[in-house]
């Protein structure tokens, strides 16, 4: 075993990265308390990524007036409060257990 406790802290970030992005935003947080290569790889923008709502890039641009440096970033940062895109339409996340959802209303 390696000082991190466990086999599975010696797969490669990676795959590590790709199960931990199946999982819910909660418990991506709960696998990098686990060890150092489980940290690394729940920080990771891939898994982060796969929490957004698909189609965020194409509405969020220019709507954040500092963009986070990484995906759990934007993630916090739409998860706590509606941003108001362009055309008038206010964009309202709610957590899910599998990640964001986007609500559309006219303001």
């Known amino acids: 075993m390696e000082a991190d406790g466990n086999e599975i802290s010696r797969l490669p970030e990676e795959l590590l990265a790709s199960i931990i992005s199946r999982t819910s935003p909660p418990d991506a947080g709960r696998c990098a308390a686990v060890s150092r290569s489980f940290l690394a790889a729940a920080d990771s923008d891939a898994v982060w ?20 440096p990484s ?37």
Not at 49 to 68: I, K, M, N, Q, T
Not at 82 to 106: D, Q
């Open 49 to 68: 990524s796969c929490f957004l709502p698909r189609d965020l890039p194409r509405f969020a641009e220019g709507v954040l007036p500092h963009a986070p």
């Open 71 to 107: 995906k759990k970033g934007l993630f916090r940062c739409l998860s706590d409060q509606p941003a108001l895109l362009p055309g008038k339409l206010v964009m309202t996340l709610c957590s899910l257990e599998k990640g964001l959802t986007a609500g559309w209303r006219s303001s």
